[in-house]
């Protein structure tokens, strides 16, 4: 079973970029779809960008173009570079899973997109 750790969230301002990481810990970590989520206060858990084995993304519209996903198998980590945030980029920020399979959702970490 594969576990995951995000870390890397914080407070940025409007315009500002922020790096965010997800350690994954257990086998075939190279195998799996993996995406980032958000969940903002109030609102539904939402996928924004998903990475496949083989390095195709995908990005949801609200991000295109400002935010970029990409992974490291052999460190078993995934990374979302987020630039140009806006406040409405304000949420807790998961990855998981964005194929066949999803795991035990990690604990997030903040984003919070404010001056």
């Known amino acids: 079973q594969v576990q995951l750790v995000e870390s890397g969230g914080g407070l940025v301002q409007p315009g500002g970029s922020l790096r965010v990481s997800c350690a994954a810990s257990?086998?075939?970590?190279?195998?799996?779809?993996m995406g980032w989520y958000r969940q903002a206060p109030g609102k539904q858990r939402e996928l924004v960008a998903r990475i496949t084995s083989s390095g195709s993304t995908n990005y949801a519209d609200s991000v295109k173009g400002r935010f970029t996903i990409s992974r490291d198998n052999a460190k078993k980590t995934v990374y979302l570079q987020m630039n140009s945030l806006k406040p409405e980029d304000t949420a807790v920020y998961y990855c998981n899973g964005a194929g066949s399979y999803t795991f035990r959702w990690g604990q997030g970490t903040q984003v919070t997109v404010s001056s």
């Open positions: 257990g086998p075939l970590f190279s195998t799996y779809t």
